[in-house]
Structure formats: structure tokens, C-alpha cells
């Protein structure tokens, strides 16, 4: 019911004017169209991601189709410590004072072997980034949510989250603790009332991502990132301002 609501949800083109919004993996893939597509709805976003390049590629298209100045922050999220973090929490408190939307997106899809033989360091790998990379950046940044009247965390889910799958290994795991993540995070902050926490399931999308996990499959049967970003928008905006808890797909 929720997810129909988002997916028929068309954004106003000032929907997001005036929300800061952090979006972690913003340089490729799905993360590049929501942060092209928060941008175009008035946001000003915040590009996180291990690629200057892309990044840079991304500031551009976003301030030559007029969108509000973006802000660049280079971070390899698999292998940042405590300071990198606490810098950036610091860098969103003394620019704007806020953040009002935290979009959960980075992740890696690691291997696709049966438990009895994953590698357990990829395990680590795709465990610490999947999940242990947005608790971290959660509860750093919760200072600066706590300062905005209305802010959207969205963390990212999949289908092997809510159901698991063969081979899929600490993907599909780490996915599912993304979904308690979101209500265990929901439930505490219901009673403050100013911070929803809500998880999306973008579907399959044509991406790098999903090139790895199905070669065989080709990449035009699958939807680009930017025709899914309703639910992204409805989410990360005003327009579901009381929705918490819930897991919302895109398709
Ligand atoms: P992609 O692999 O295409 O893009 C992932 C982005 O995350 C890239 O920009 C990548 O950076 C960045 N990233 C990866 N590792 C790090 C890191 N250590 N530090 C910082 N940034 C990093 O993935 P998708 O766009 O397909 O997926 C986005 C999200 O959606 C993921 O959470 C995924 O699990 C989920 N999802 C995707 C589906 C799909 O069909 N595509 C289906 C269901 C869920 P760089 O560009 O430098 O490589």
C-alpha cells in the first residue's frame, strides 16, 4: 500500500528545496540518479563516495542543469576509521548546521558462493560495509539530524533481505540486517517524532552492481536507476513526513 503511494508519487520540481541530504555512494549507479534527481527537486546533496572523479563528473551535471551547489566528500567507506567519520559530521554541522536527509545507499555484492565455502574475509568485507558502515555513519550523524525539523534516514534493502537466497551469502545477510537496523533505529526515535527511519528495495536496476550479479542477463531488460526514483524522492522529502519504520520497494 505504502510502496504504491511512493512509486505513484511525482515530485514538485521545488518538493525538496532548502533539505540537505547526504547520499553515500553517489558516483555510480543508483546513487548517482538519486542524487541527480534530489538535486533537480531543489536539495542540496552531498556526494559521498570513493571516486573524485566521479564526483566531480556528478558537481558538474548538477550545477549546469542549475541545481543547488553540491558538496564533494571523498570517502572510501570500507576502510575509514573513526576520524573520517567524525570530520564529516563535523564539515555538515559547521556548513549547515543540519542534515536532513541520509540516503544509505553504498554497497558491495561480494560473492556468490554456498556458506559452505564464502570466503570469510569478503564475508567481513561485504558485512562491514552493507551494514556495519551506515550504523556507524548513523550514529555519528545523529547529532545533526537531531537538529533538523524533519529528517529522512533510507537505508537500502534488496528482495534477499527479506528472503533469503542461495548463494547469496553475507549479501543477503547483510541486507536483512539492514531491514532490523531500520525498525530497531525506527522504533527508538518514534517518540521524538522528528526523524523517520524507513528502508527501500530499489528492485533490480541497471547498474554495475546488477551486472556482476546476473552476467548473463542483459542490461537492457532492466530499468535505469533515474525512472525509479519516486519512491527515492517521496522518501528523502516532505511528502511522507510520519511514515516510519516501514520497507518500501520500487517496483
Ligand atoms: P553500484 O555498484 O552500481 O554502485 C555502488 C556505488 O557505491 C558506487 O558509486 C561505488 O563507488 C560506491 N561504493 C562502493 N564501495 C564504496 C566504498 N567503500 N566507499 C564509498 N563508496 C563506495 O551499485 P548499485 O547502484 O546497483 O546499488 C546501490 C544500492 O542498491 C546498494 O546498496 C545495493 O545493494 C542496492 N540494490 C541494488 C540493486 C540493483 O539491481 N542494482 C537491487 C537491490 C538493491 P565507485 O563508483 O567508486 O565504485
Redesign the pocket.
Known amino acids: 500500500m505504502l510502496s504504491a503511494t511512493a512509486k505513484a508519487h511525482r515530485a514538485e520540481p521545488d518538493e525538496l528545496k532548502n533539505r540537505v541530504i547526504l547520499i ?9 540518479a538519486a542524487a541527480l534527481a534530489c538535486a533537480s527537486h531543489g536539495a542540496t546533496v552531498v556526494l ?4 573524485q572523479s ?1 564526483l566531480e563528473v556528478l558537481y558538474d551535471e548538477i550545477t549546469a542543469a542549475g541545481g543547488p551547489e553540491p558538496a564533494i566528500c571523498v ?5 575509514s576509521d573513526g576520524p573520517g567519520y567524525f570530520k564529516l559530521a563535523e564539515q555538515i554541522a559547521d556548513t549547515w548546521g543540519r542534515l536532513d536527509g541520509l540516503l544509505h ?4 555484492l561480494g560473492q556468490r558462493a554456498p556458506i559452505e565455502h564464502y570466503d570469510i574475509g569478503i564475508w567481513h568485507q561485504v558485512m562491514h ?2 551494514l556495519n558502515v551506515p550504523f556507524i555513519l548513523t550514529q555519528v550523524l545523529m547529532p545533526v539530524l537531531r537538529k533538523s525539523l524533519d529528517a529522512s534516514v533510507l537505508f ?4 534477499v533481505g527479506r528472503q533469503g537466497r542461495a548463494y547469496w551469502g553475507a ?1 543477503a545477510a547483510s ?1 536483512f540486517g539492514v531491514e532490523g537496523l531500520t525498525q530497531t533505529l525506527a522504533d527508538e526515535l518514534q517518540t521524538e517524532g522528528t526523524i523517520r527511519v524507513n528502508c527501500l ?5 541497471r ?4 551486472a556482476a550479479a546476473y552476467p548473463g542477463e542483459d542490461p537492457a531488460s ?1 530499468p535505469e ?1 533515474a525512472t525509479l526514483m519516486g519512491p527515492y524522492l517521496w522518501l528523502l522529502g516532505p511528502a511522507s513526513k510520519g511514515t516510519t519504520g516501514k520497507s518500501l520497494d520500487c517496483q
Open positions: 553515500t555512494g553517489a558516483g555510480d549507479g543508483i546513487g548517482r559521498l563516495g570513493r571516486t566521479k570517502l572510501d567507506l570500507a576502510r545507499n553504498a554497497g558491495m560495509l552493507n537500502t534493502s534488496s528482495g549479501y541486507k528495495n530499489p528492485g533490480s536496476a547498474t554495475h552492481m546488477r532492466r536507476p
